[in-house]
């Protein structure tokens, strides 16, 4: 396939690829801000989707007929696709999953069992979602190694002296993610992943919010796993991403049993199948991967650079006009950070504040954020979140301004 032309950045031209925005709700033009939830789906992605269905739809490998193979064919060039996307070695370092959260439980399910043990220690930071927690809690669990948390700053970045200081010869495994649902932070990960493998420890980086706002390249990262799911990405839900290293994948045993992931089954004993398939029991979801292919192909059209910069310029909007927001305050000054603005207003309930700027039209996120750990370092039970992308305008930071200002008037 031909690279895509890379047109002049154009937020207002990018939004109207997005069908879904194109509607009113609540008898208002829609502005999403939930991007950190979910992203919306270009019509290309709409229209891959739909041609699989309608035209190649059929179980991949092994297949003798043509829709067989052209299923098979799209499917693998979709995985071409994302090992480009991520600067992989090799395509065969990309496993499907069904996204973030499954990645992680491979790694701690196939890796962590086979290579902790009690006394050995993994590190996660205070700024990770639950699904970079939990997993590990549970494979700890049951081998006897602990889960220790890297101290934040209340700015909301990883403390690297108190990292230095926590990484020790216990220390098997540090996870952390490339950039914070909650607050935005962009974690240093290169250099957390550096420090991690001078103190012998293996990375994971959970991408999930990484991927829609920068290029990831997983060499340049060195981290030994990546995760992300296509849904954060303009992509489908149901389809994710592990990236491994290859030795590292290789010594990895099987996450889930059954078809594709064998080589030979009977009552003797089973063999394995090689990678990527090994990671990859029962019919995959094919279209959701040529689906993600297509919104990765669509982003590849896109100059990420001055997507970012826009991003900064639109957090910079929201900061300005609410700075006069009677009890507002910004949750998290992170040094660096995408454009997620999380904040509360005294005296407004998050979630009193999200349903006014609903019938508004608005669409933010409102609680947790499945950060219960920071919101508890933080002190705090929960923020609202106006997380922006690509396709946010200016238009959309003054609707949201001016309804947080309506909102705050109605708490008076
Ligand atoms: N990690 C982070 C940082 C996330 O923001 C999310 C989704 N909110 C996840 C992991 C989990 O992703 P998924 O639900 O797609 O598996």
Not at 88 to 103: L, M, Y
Not at 189 to 213: F, K, N
Not at 382 to 400: F, K, M, Q, S
């Amino acid at each position: 396939m031909n690279a895509p032309q890379t047109r002049p950045f154009d937020a207002a031209r990018l939004r109207e690829d997005f069908p879904i925005l194109q509607q009113s709700v609540n008898g208002q033009p829609l502005v999403y801000l939930d991007n950190a939830a979910t992203t919306q789906k270009p019509a290309v992605v709409l229209e891959a989707l739909d041609h699989y269905y309608r035209y190649d739809n059929a179980n991949v490998h092994r297949g003798v007929h043509a829709l067989s193979d052209r299923s098979t064919t799209a499917f693998e060039a979709a995985r071409e696709t994302v090992s480009r996307f991520l600067n992989s070695p090799a395509a065969h370092q990309v496993i499907w999953t069904r996204g973030t959260t499954e990645s992680i439980n491979l790694v701690a399910q196939s890796w962590g069992r086979q290579n902790l043990r009690a006394g050995d220690r993994i590190l996660v930071s205070w700024l990770e979602h639950h699904s970079n927690i939990v997993p590990w809690q549970l494979v700890a669990e049951a081998t006897g190694a602990e889960v220790v948390p890297i101290p934040v700053s209340d700015a909301g970045d990883i403390d690297l002296a108190a990292f230095d200081a926590l990484l020790d010869a216990r220390v098997k495994l540090v996870a952390v993610n490339h950039v914070s649902n909650a607050l935005g932070t962009v974690n240093p990960v290169a250099e957390i992943c550096r420090r991690a493998r001078d103190a012998g420890a293996l990375t994971l980086v959970d991408g999930a919010q990484a991927v829609a706002h920068m290029p990831v390249d997983v060499q340049a990262i060195g981290c030994d796993f990546y995760a992300f799911s296509g849904h954060k990405v303009f992509g489908p839900t149901g389809i994710g991403v592990l990236w491994g290293r290859e030795s590292v994948l290789e010594a990895m045993p099987p996450f889930l049993g059954g078809g594709e992931m064998i080589e030979t089954v009977s009552f003797e004993g089973t063999t394995f199948n090689s990678l990527p398939f090994r990671f990859e029991a029962g019919t995959p979801h094919i279209a959701g991967a040529i689906g993600l292919a297509a919104a990765l192909d669509y982003l590849g059209g896109i100059d990420l650079a001055a997507a970012a910069q826009h991003e900064k310029r639109l957090l910079a909007q929201m900061l300005e006009l609410t700075a006069d927001v009677p009890g507002l305050r910004r949750i998290g000054q992170p040094a660096e950070c995408v454009g997620i603005f999380s904040f509360i207003i005294d005296g407004v309930p998050p979630a009193d504040l999200g349903m006014l700027l609903d019938e508004q039209g608005i669409a933010v996120r409102t609680g947790h954020h499945c950060t219960q750990p920071l919101m508890s370092r933080l002190g705090l039970p929960g923020t609202v979140r106006a997380a922006c992308t690509l396709y946010n305008t200016p238009d959309d930071i003054e609707r949201l301004a001016r309804g947080i200002h309506r909102a705050r008037r109605l708490f008076a």
